[in-house]
């Protein structure tokens, strides 16, 4: 895989290393106004089915600048996987993922299984998801760049999660030492190993690959997990260094990262930040289920072309 940070693009981007100018006014107006908390992302909407254009605007504009948006809607617990498809569409994502475990819908049903196949992958469990972002076991070809959450049923106690966009983790890395970024956008910086079958098969080749990539469109994507289970890490001392930085940012009390619960009829929509989720525990009337919906394409209108006077 070449590096993608020798690949042509077809616009200047602030996330190339060779042009500080830009990368510093595309910062500026990064950083200028950002959310401070939950509540500044937040927007409370009726029906995600029928968004208004208003309603879609307010979340837009959050995306634009944070790269997600969560949403309160008064579809409580209704389970129609109409809701997330139709937002999904809402803002022009079209490649739906329709993973091996999704549903006939293409959607996600993330929700505790006792049985069969699934039982076996955390996301089915009631355990803690420590940070990452989607997919970043897939292919080159198949990275995810959008993902959207719906909430059906909450747990009935724990559950929440943690967020953080992920141009303000390079934007933190990249102040603290540019050679980080560099060391990121490594060819193998990150590889994830081949999965194996019950058959002894092999169902997923190895997948080596970067954290930071730039797309052909100038825009970043990031393939991130901090597990140390089933990823194999560069041995390069200064890669180690920036993912120990990257670790430690993502262990603290930073005022980027956002805190909190979501409840029936919430959601989010963003261009696959990263994020974590507590462990939780369902009783008989709060089963915890929520819809996941990934991306191969992402939200429209949200580029850096389409956001920054650059």
Known sequence: MANPQQKLQAAPTPFSLDDDDLYRRWRDQKL??????????????????TLTESEHDALLARCRKANMALYASKTGADPDPEIPLSMGRRFGLQDLNKNWLAD????????????GIRQQYIPYTNR??????????????KQIHALNLHVVQQAATGGENALMDHEIAYILLRDKNPD???????????????????????ARQE??????????????????????????????ALGQEALAYLRDL??????????????????????????DRAAFTDDATHK????????FDRLAGTGVADCYDL
Do not use: C, Q
């Open 32 to 49: 200028e106004d950002y959310p401070r908390g939950l509540g500044d992302l937040l927007v409370e909407i009726k029906d995600p089915r």
């Open 104 to 115: 006939e819908t293409g959607l996600t049903s993330l929700t505790v299984r006792s049985e």
């Open 128 to 141: 803690a998801i420590n940070w990452h972002t989607d997919g970043y076991y897939n292919t080159a070809a």
């Open 180 to 202: 980080y970024i560099r060391a990121l956008m490594g060819p193998k910086v990150m590889t994830i190993p081949a999965r194996i079958d019950e058959g002894g098969a092999e």
């Open 207 to 236: 997948e080596p690959g970067p954290v930071f990539s730039i797309t052909p469109s100038g825009d970043l994507h990031m393939r991130y997990t901090i597990r140390v289970n089933n990823v194999m890490w560069t041995d390069d």
């Open 250 to 275: 993502l262990n603290s009390d930073s005022p980027y990262i956002y805190r909190g619960r979501l409840e029936s009829g919430m959601g989010l929509v963003s261009n696959n930040v990263l994020h």
């Open 288 to 295: 915890r289920h929520y819809y996941r919906a990934r991306y």
